[in-house]
């Protein structure tokens, strides 16, 4: 099955500073890469994705480069704001006409200090 | 107000002891799922729903069940929890893209 690595585990930077977290994945075939952020305490919420036809997508301050030779897909934050403090979860998965299971990474713990 | 609805969100039980999360979807989506989230660990797949009656293991299945008799109910099944079983539980459901997640159940078996 799909195996999907997540690096850094943890990840700490100042305000106003970039953030980037890595995942990679096993499965060729996988073609539907989306993020989730979790705030304490509260549910995981899709914040982008991007599919396979796709190299970069941007949603004002986040964005998501995806590499399918390499089986990488990155997310980066610019300008970050305390808010933006929580996990952070990759997820790969084989979109199918009805649905889909996603492969989650084990999620990176972003804190950003005033 | 579209919305995964989870109950309980909180459980303390003892081993051994029957119990079922119900999870509710009033989006009519098709796809349903469950996840277990520990420490260190993510989000860990269950069990999945394609359909109505359409049900299948996911990553982790061991000691848990579910069923999907209508298309907005997927309750999880635990007929003889473990301590082990000791978890943070969602819900999950989707159409096309997006998975909109429960609230989440904390469960506690000692």
């Known amino acids: 099955g799909e195996n999907v690595e997540q690096h850094p585990s943890t990840l700490s930077v100042q305000e106003g500073d970039s953030a980037v977290i890595k995942c990679t994945y096993s499965?060729?075939?996988?073609?539907?890469f989306p993020w989730y952020k979790q705030e304490l305490g509260k549910r995981p919420q899709l914040i982008i994705d991007i599919r396979s036809n796709v190299g970069e997508k941007k949603d004002q301050r986040i964005a998501v480069t995806l590499n399918k030779t390499a089986k990488h897909f990155s997310l980066h934050i610019t300008e970050t704001q305390p808010e933006d403090s929580a996990v952070y979860f990759c997820a790969a998965s084989i979109k199918g006409f009805d649905g889909y299971a996603l492969n989650f990474g084990k999620g990176t713990s972003l804190l950003v200090t005033p | 107000e579209a919305q995964v609805t989870q109950n309980p969100r909180y459980l303390i039980t003892v081993t051994g002891k029957k119990l079922t999360v119900t999870c509710s979807q009033n989006m009519n989506h098709e796809y349903m799922s469950w996840y277990r989230q520990d420490p260190g660990l993510g989000l860990r797949q269950i069990y999945y729903s394609m359909n109505v009656e359409v049900t299948d293991k996911g990553d982790v299945p061991e000691g848990y069940k579910v069923s999907r008799k209508e298309k907005r109910n997927f309750p999880l099944i635990l007929e003889s929890p473990s301590p082990n079983q000791t978890s943070l539980y969602f819900c999950a459901s989707s159409y096309a893209d997006e998975q909109y997640f429960g609230p989440g159940t904390r469960l506690t078996v000692t």
């Open positions: 499965d060729s075939a996988s073609n539907y």
